[in-house]
């Protein structure tokens, strides 16, 4: 039985894992099923440190390399099933595995939902990007286009607006936004097209140049933003074990420890919430750590 187990290593699970790795007491496994949003994202620039910006799958493999230097094991696999028991949790991967540990740390974090475009993966965290509050400084005065569908695109697009007055929003699938936003479109000035994207147009670097519509009409772009809604909280097991969740399905935690409702299980990065920043991820990943590793002490202690 390991003492903690630490299912998703993205950010906010790797910085739980070097933190608990640190103590030197603890038998730590981190159960990775190797994507998420930081393996997408190419260029993180809000990070202490990395002025020039630092690929996820970058500081994946650093903090990787990282926790294991202080014993924290590593496995591939995709937790399928997760049962409380009187000693702690088991748990079930696809591979059949089975695992069980005294403390669980959930940080399976959000799939973005976004339409198999051609050529837009490549610019994903490069030159088109997700969250405004990451990544809003980079658009700043550049001709942008806001891709989504319906509320959320328009949504974006008015909030980005402080951002770049040369933005426009092209509604992908066609969904309406709700009227008030509407207008707010065009109050603002903010070009507004209803049409399919054929294609996200880019350079061998994943800078986007433009887009190509379902009718052949091409479209200039520098930057883009992503807004379709919709997005995959991935709380499913944190429910099952009997964690409260938000209306949105985020995993509701103390704010102080990051622990959920269950005892003895823990929540970190977008899965939790918060504002789905990297940086706050790994705030809450230590954080967590720092009281898994008090709860544990306290295990130890009675035994």
Request: include cysteine.
């Amino acid at each position: 039985m390991e003492d903690c187990i630490i299912i998703g290593g993205g950010i906010a699970g790797l910085q739980a894992a070097i933190q608990l790795g640190r103590y030197s007491v603890h038998r730590v496994l981190v159960i990775d099923k190797g994507t998420g949003r930081s393996t997408l994202c190419q260029g993180y620039h809000n990070i202490l440190g990395w002025p020039d910006g630092v690929a996820g799958e970058t500081l994946r493999r650093l903090g990787r390399d990282h926790a294991a230097s202080y014993g924290v094991q590593f496995v591939q696999d995709t937790i399928e099933d997760a049962e409380k028991m009187e000693s702690g949790f088991r748990l079930r991967g696809a591979s059949g595995n089975r695992y069980e540990a005294k403390t669980l740390l959930m940080a399976t974090g959000v799939t973005d939902r976004y339409p198999e475009l051609p050529g837009l993966v490549p610019t994903l965290g490069r030159s088109v990007y997700v969250c405004p509050d990451c990544d809003g400084y980079e658009i700043q005065n550049r001709k942008t286009v806001v891709i989504g569908s319906g509320e959320p695109g328009a949504s974006m697009a008015v909030l980005l607006h402080e951002r770049t007055q040369d933005i426009m929003y092209v509604n992908h699938e066609g969904v309406q936004p709700e009227p008030e936003t509407m207008t707010k479109l065009s109050e603002l000035g903010i070009p507004y097209i209803e049409k399919p994207i054929a294609e996200v147009q880019c350079s061998e670097d994943g800078i986007i140049s433009g887009l190509l519509l379902s009718d052949q009409q091409a479209l200039s772009a520098e930057r883009g933003f992503i807004a379709f809604g919709g997005n995959t909280i991935h709380s499913d097991l944190a429910a099952k074990l009997g964690a409260e969740l938000e209306h949105n399905r985020h995993v509701k935690a103390d704010p102080r420890s990051k622990q959920t409702s269950v005892n003895n299980l823990w929540v970190a990065g977008d899965l939790a919430v918060h504002s789905e920043l990297s940086t706050a991820a790994m705030g809450d990943g230590a954080i967590a750590a720092i009281w898994i590793h008090k709860a544990l002490n306290k295990m130890n202690h009675k035994g």
